[in-house]
């Protein structure tokens, strides 16, 4: 049950990862389908603030070859020419000034909803008791004193004037002008332009008199913030232009504006406005971004009183595009934008006046969202975020730290470089999001793993392997795997000799006494070859090499451990004998092979081994030291791999339970250790052997005798001379090896 548990464990940050992928699919479709919705919102606030920060980074670099001024009702002007509204006849006065001064186009931020007072004409129509001949000498006056029909007469030439289309719970006033286009009304509730129910317009004298006419209506975002405008705006059947469009049209000289839409299922989404060459793209709604071109007054702005009174002194208007507007405090036109708050609201026209005139089907300088954003974002977000679910748990925290990183970097750096070259507004935050969400969890996962996997092999490891394996497993936890595996491994058997014999004449607290000081010192040398301690069974030492980290060494490593494990029995002889302990003896045994290692057990106790017939093997060459009268026997698979030691071959045999035979060795040193005797007497033992196994039986056992006289309590010697006196008068087949089979070990 538990390693079920732990196997569902390890898909955990695979299973979460979809679950959140799944949550940042969904709101990706809600945000494609229902544009506007609630569940997006959180992401659209990020974006927007991702957006405004793009803006006060990069600005749009436009050119200055479009003259716009801005003419401006500031605080001089109120304080000049009293408070606002102006008189009309002020205000003609106005337009011919700048008329004068060669402008191109004037348009006005301002609406002229109502007529204005006439005083003679309301006291001829007030006051009945005025006789037919007075009536008669006023009526000049009257014409005189009316200024809308002054202003009316000035602004035909080259003035457009502004009008509202707002919400419901206005009053129509005025007139509108012509619209754009008429909508079949099958197709009304298709579009998908914003629809106004209401209208502020001009008295029909001015509508009727001015060259052109666009709404000054705007949208602001959610948050009070002014990032786009609308560039058209739908009203009953009819669809309408903005102040700057229609100022664009007329300074281009295009005769028409085309409202360029694609269907869509049962809707007509707005794409592009065209005119000529200039295209604008807008979002479905009509809406555009508004192309900043940095903080208030980037434009030059003339106070409206210099115009009036001090022609002179102010810059050259000819062929210039004039907005009226007003930045004065009291007449409530300052608005929030991306770049600062109290933004003259006349100069939002401007930007985007200077950004459609400036776009072209070569050169764009409208910041937009293409209509083919949303498939890229859902395809992005779908490829990037099944590559971090089946990436990232594969990865250490650090590494998945990097590559979230990298990645964060990337979609960060495509945004900015589609911003500022191509003008691209590309969302970033449902990306960034989704990759942080699921970095995030792997991450605190991959923590929460490395911590458990360095309790695990603490507990595992702790009492068995070398504190600097420890700690080497704790660093790089990857390079001791627990799961099962097979591997080329050296194993030792250790025992003591006569340790049944020893233990019944031994108290228990003796007894512990005994193994404590033996397994205390033998286990130091296991560690200080960098082995590992599988168990201690009674007076037996299991240890391995090559796991659970790699030792390229692990043969050599494990007979040095064992030739000092011999001479520390040594040392330890005489101090047991002082303390009153008996005088102990090893057998150890070594093989090298491929052995089955890991976690193993059940689910009540688990530990790290080693299985296989190459252990097995060990097991008997340990049981077989008492057999040879060694104290040291290694497997082939041993002596091929450490070559640097000074052997004895000692027998070729079959153990119990197998069919094919192995030969066994004894290393008496490391060769540069070996004395020239020494060195001479395992030359002569191994010649005799040769010897032996060719069947010159004679040369053998010459060879053996001598060793004998020099040695006579080497049992090898013994065994061997008892062979040859047997077989020599043996009747050996043609196939005979030399092989001795043990039936019991």
């Known amino acids: 049950m538990l390693n079920k548990i732990k196997q569902q464990l390890k898909h955990f940050p695979i299973w979460m990862g979809l679950v959140i992928l799944s949550l940042f699919i969904t709101l990706e479709l809600i945000a494609i389908n229902k544009p506007h919705s609630v569940a997006d919102n959180w992401l659209q606030r990020i974006d927007t603030l991702v957006y405004d920060w793009r803006f006060q980074a990069f600005k749009p670099q436009r050119a200055d070859s479009v003259p716009i001024v801005v003419v401006d009702v500031d605080e001089l002007s109120l304080k000049q020419e009293g408070r606002w509204p102006w008189s009309r006849d002020k205000l003609a006065e106005l337009v011919l000034a700048l008329q004068r001064q060669q402008v191109k186009l004037i348009g006005f931020d301002v609406v002229f909803s109502e007529e204005e007072r006439n005083p003679v ?9 005025i006789t037919d001949s007075t009536r008669q000498e006023l009526m000049p006056l009257v014409e005189q004193l009316d200024g809308d029909k002054k202003f009316a007469q000035v602004i035909h030439k080259n003035t457009v004037l502004g009008y509202f289309l707002h919400g419901a719970g206005g009053i129509n006033a005025g007139v509108l002008p012509t619209p754009l286009l008429k909508i079949e009304k099958r197709d009304i509730d298709k579009l998908s332009i914003n629809y106004m129910p209401d209208y502020t317009g001009n008295l029909p004298i001015f509508a009727q008199s001015a060259l052109g006419a666009g709404f000054v209506s705007t949208l602001p975002d959610v948050d009070g913030v002014m990032r786009r405008s609308p560039l058209v705006l739908r009203y009953e059947d009819g669809i309408y232009s903005a102040l700057s469009l229609e100022l664009a049209r007329l300074y281009l000289g295009q005769p028409y504006i085309k409202v360029q839409s694609v269907k869509s299922g049962n809707q007509l989404r707005l794409e592009s406005i065209i005119l000529g060459k200039h295209v604008i793209y807008t979002d479905e709604s009509g809406m555009a971004l508004i192309p900043y071109k940095g903080k208030g007054k980037s434009y030059p702005y003339i106070s409206a009183t210099d115009v009036l009174h001090n022609p002179n002194a102010i810059p050259v208007l000819k062929d210039a595009i004039v907005l009226v507007g007003t930045s004065a405090l009291g007449l ?23 950004g459609i005139i400036q776009s072209t089907d070569q050169a764009n300088n409208m910041y937009y969202r293409p209509d083919w954003e949303p498939g890229l974002t859902f395809l992005i977000l779908v490829l990037s975020g099944l590559a971090f679910v089946w990436i990232l748990p594969l990865l250490e925290p650090a590494f998945m730290l990097a590559v979230a990183g990298a990645w964060l970097a990337v979609l960060i750096l495509t945004n900015l470089v589609a911003w500022k070259i191509g003008h691209f507004d590309f969302p970033l935050a449902i990306l960034v999001l989704s990759t942080f969400s699921v970095a995030i969890l792997n991450i605190g996962y991959g923590f929460l793993r490395t911590n458990n996997q360095k309790r695990e092999l603490k507990i595992l490891f702790g009492q068995y392997v070398p504190p600097a394996h420890v700690e080497k497993m704790l660093e790089n936890h990857h390079l001791a795997g627990l799961e099962g595996e097979s591997r080329h491994m050296t194993v030792l058997f250790s025992d003591i000799r006569s340790f049944t014999t020893i233990s019944e004449g031994l108290k228990a607290t003796k007894l512990k006494q005994m193994l404590n000081e033996f397994f205390t010192p033998i286990t130091g040398i296991i560690f200080a070859h960098i082995g590992t301690i599988d168990k201690y069974v009674g007076d037996m030492v299991m240890a391995f090499w090559n796991a659970p980290l790699l030792d390229a060494d692990h043969a050599e490593h494990a007979i040095d451990a064992a030739l000092s494990m011999m001479a520390k029995v040594e040392e330890l002889k005489p101090i047991f004998v002082a303390k009153g302990l008996p005088e102990i003896d090893v057998g150890i045994g070594i093989n090298t092979g491929f052995m089955n290692v890991g976690d193993m057990g059940s689910m009540y106790r688990r530990t790290y081994t080693v299985l296989g017939d190459s252990v097995n093997l060990g097991s008997r060459l340990e049981s077989l030291t008492k057999f040879y009268g060694v104290k040291l026997l290694v497997g082939e698979g041993t002596y091929d791999l450490a070559p640097q030691f000074l052997y004895r071959t000692v027998d070729k045999i079959i153990v119990k339970g197998k069919r094919e035979p192995v030969l066994v060795y004894e290393p008496v040193c490391r060769i540069e250790h070996a004395s020239e005797s020494r060195l001479q007497r395992v030359e ?16 053998a056992e010459k060879i053996l005798r001598q060793l004998h006289k020099g040695d006579p309590e080497r049992k090898l010697y013994n065994m061997y001379l008892e062979r040859i006196d047997e077989l020599r008068y043996e009747v050996l087949p043609s196939d005979w090896m030399g092989v001795f089979e043990h039936r019991s070990k």
């Open 121 to 129: 004409a309301q006291i001829l129509a007030s006051d009945a008791t």
């Open 332 to 354: 409530t036109d300052l608005r929030t934008t991306p770049l600062q708050t109290g933004y003259p609201g006349v100069e939002i026209h401007a930007n985007l006046l200077d």
């Open 684 to 699: 002569q033992y191994n010649t005799a052997l040769a010897h032996y196994y060719s069947r010159e039986w004679d040369a």
